[in-house]
């Protein structure tokens, strides 16, 4: 038999995914804490869930306890043909999979400073596949890639045009690896080769997608994966002189990038930073979820504010991407939050014209499978 390995590496984290050559999934999971305390690994082998305790000091010490895991239930690492990485951010340079070298890695390297939670732990993911089966192809497929399709008036930023010639600023968009499958899926449950949709892949990090005959057309994130949507830890869009202020109040550059990528967003206006707890703070039932604290009445209403500003930009999103698209075919929705909890769905449906929704179960390993 032979397999493919799909590794998603995170911040304090690694999702991974085994297929046979027919994409059947032999075994999958998610080490979680990597490199902090409490580190685990949540894992499915055949019918069979488990979850395994200890120390994982860093990304290579979590694959390397993976393929123990592998080889402790009979599956051989040597039967691994390539391994494939998603990798967030590939900038103008890399619109298709990759075959990853050195060169390459020094190229991807490039875009860390635009995605800083997230390209050096995609690298440290392929540097040690790399080490552990130096003769297994490794590929990267970049989330960037299927935003590729936007026009220029469109990624270009108003600013003088010498940025973008000479620094490269414009829109990326992002969660494209998502966007992809979930308009894939979505057109199979329309029975529509190209649908028009707009997807919404509402997670810790959100965005949305105006999807033009199966073609990403305009997306909420841009420059960087801070732009757009309020997000769990993230500001989304703000007005950008607030930085200027700011800084004229004492707050250094990196206070400022501190705040609006980890301190800000539904945490930073509710002081929560689970969404199930938001949503029991607003008044809303998680069935088989019982939150750690009891609500107050100032963190009820936090809680409750937080949700209506979340909902209020994703309407705002919908309706101008329904603008440009004319017709819609649907809205999609996909991972954690999109997935999961319906009350999100109907607050954000609510008041809407009579769209349909599509709800796709993200799978964005498998996505990058059926791609190298």
Same mark, same amino acid.
């Given at each position: ?40 690994i949540?894992?499915k082998?055949?019918?069979?869930r ?6 994982v000091?860093?990304h ?34 890399f ?7 050195n060169?390459?890695?020094?190229? /991807?390297? &490039? !875009?860390?400073?635009l995605?800083?939670? %997230? ?7 392929? *540097?040690?596949?790399? =080490?552990?089966l ?11 890639s ?20 000479k620094?490269? /600023?414009? &829109? !990326? ?5 998502? %966007? ?7 057109? *199979?449950?329309?029975? =529509? ?74 945490k ?18 998680i ?10 009445i ?24 329904s ?5 819609v ?18 607050l ?15 799978d ?9």
């Open positions: 038999m032979k397999y493919t390995l799909i590794i998603n590496a995170g911040s304090s984290s690694l999702k991974f995914k085994l297929f046979e050559s027919d994409f059947n999934v032999v075994a999958e999971g998610i080490v979680e804490k990597v490199g902090l305390n409490g580190s685990f949540d894992y082998i055949g019918k069979n488990n979850v395994q305790t200890g120390s000091k860093n290579k010490d979590a694959i390397k306890k993976v393929f123990i895991l592998f080889e402790q239930n009979k599956l051989d690492i040597n039967s691994i043909v390539k391994i494939g990485h998603r990798v967030v951010h590939g900038g103008e340079e619109v298709k999979p990759v075959l990853i070298d060169k390459t890695l020094l190229k /991807i390297d &490039k !875009y860390s400073k995605a800083p939670l %997230h390209n050096p732990n995609n690298i440290a993911g392929i *540097k040690a596949c790399q =080490k552990l130096p003769k297994v192809p490794n590929y990267a497929v970049f989330d960037t299927f935003h590729n399709t936007i026009s220029e008036e469109v990624f270009l930023y108003p600013l003088p045009l010498k940025f973008y010639k620094h490269q /600023i414009r &829109k !990326y968009g992002f969660h494209g690896i998502s %966007h992809q499958y979930a308009t894939a899926e979505a057109g *199979k449950k329309l029975k =529509k080769k190209s649908p028009n949709l707009i997807t919404c892949h509402l997670g810790s990090g959100c965005s949305i997608t105006a999807i033009q005959k199966g073609k990403s057309i305009d997306t909420s994130m841009g420059f960087t994966p801070l732009e757009g949507l309020m997000m769990m830890t993230r500001s989304g869009n703000i007005d950008p002189a607030i930085i200027f202020y700011l800084m004229g109040q004492g707050y250094s550059a990196a206070n400022i990038e501190d705040v609006l990528i980890d301190h800000s967003g539904l930073g206006v509710s002081g929560l930073s689970d969404m199930r707890d938001i949503m029991i703070g607003a008044g809303y039932k069935p088989g979820y019982n939150p750690d604290r009891t609500f107050v100032d963190d009820k209403k936090s809680a409750k504010l937080a949700l209506d500003m979340f909902v209020n930009r994703i309407k705002k999103y919908i309706g101008s991407y603008a440009i698209l004319e017709k075919d649907a809205i999609v929705f996909t991972g954690g939050i999109g997935e999961r909890n319906k009350d999100v769905r109907d954000i449906m609510k008041g809407l014209p009579k769209y349909k929704v599509v709800v796709v179960e993200a964005e390993e498998l996505m990058i499978a059926k791609k190298i």
